[in-house]
């Protein structure tokens, strides 16, 4: 199990936001984070814990290792206000966290 | 470029059964598994199952096993999902992702589809 929080959050553009995932147990770095907006297909962001994809900003950071996680963008974009997911990808079956909306303040 | 392109929105009654297709191109698609994904109204990403294309090894989350059937079509590169029994808490929209099988499991979902919205209602 997953557990993403907040929530969700407001935050202004140029903020530096973080979001949390704690996984229920051990999962090494296999931790991947998504990002999500309405009517769109998901995007995947950040593999393994910490490798961002490419094409992806540098603004946006992965960290963590073992069962705490956190999802960083260091200066907020109005393009980056969506939901963001982590998901353990460490064994079957693979599990999201319930998502973290991030809002314009 | 990789692709995945699905099947279009339907409408379904209650106790009827819907196939959703996801056509796969710009890569090798028995190289990589094809998962299948959907979020309903209100909801978070919820993972249903995958399918090997190489091997049509398939696995489901426990909550869609004997309602979900995952198959493939290797020459014509497209994989479907079928649901059974559906249901009105199945309105969602539905969504195919390639897994990435760098580092052995298969479970970096690393292109998706646009998402095809199935509507349950009598």
């Known amino acids: 199990q997953m557990t993403q929080s907040p929530s969700s959050l407001s935050a202004f553009v140029g903020d530096r936001v973080t979001i949390t995932c704690r996984a229920s147990r051990y999962i090494k770095i296999n931790l991947n984070w998504y990002q999500h907006k309405p009517g769109k297909a998901p995007k995947l962001l950040i593999a393994?814990?910490?490798g961002l994809q490419s094409g992806v900003p540098s603004r946006f950071t992965g960290n963590g290792s073992g069962t705490d996680f956190t999802l960083t963008i260091s200066s907020l974009q109005p393009e980056d206000f969506a939901t963001y997911y982590c998901?353990?990808?460490?064994?079957?079956?693979?599990?999201f966290g319930q998502g973290t909306k991030v809002q314009i303040k | 470029q990789v692709q995945l392109e699905q099947s279009g929105a339907e409408v379904k009654k209650p106790g009827a059964s819907v196939r959703v297709s996801c056509k796969a191109s710009g890569y090798t698609f028995t190289g990589y598994y094809i998962h299948w994904v959907r979020q309903a109204p209100g909801q978070g990403l919820e993972w249903m199952g995958f399918i090997n294309p190489n091997s049509s090894l398939t696995y489901f989350a426990q909550r869609f096993q004997g309602r979900v059937t995952l198959t493939r079509d290797t020459s014509i590169s497209t994989a479907y999902m079928d649901v059974i029994t559906l249901r009105s808490d199945d309105t969602a929209f539905y969504y195919c992702a390639r897994g990435d099988c760098t580092g052995g499991n298969c479970l970096k979902l690393d292109n998706w589809g646009q998402g095809s919205l199935i509507t349950v209602s009598s």
């Open positions: 998901q353990q990808s460490y064994g079957h079956p693979t599990t």
């Open positions: 393994a814990a910490s």
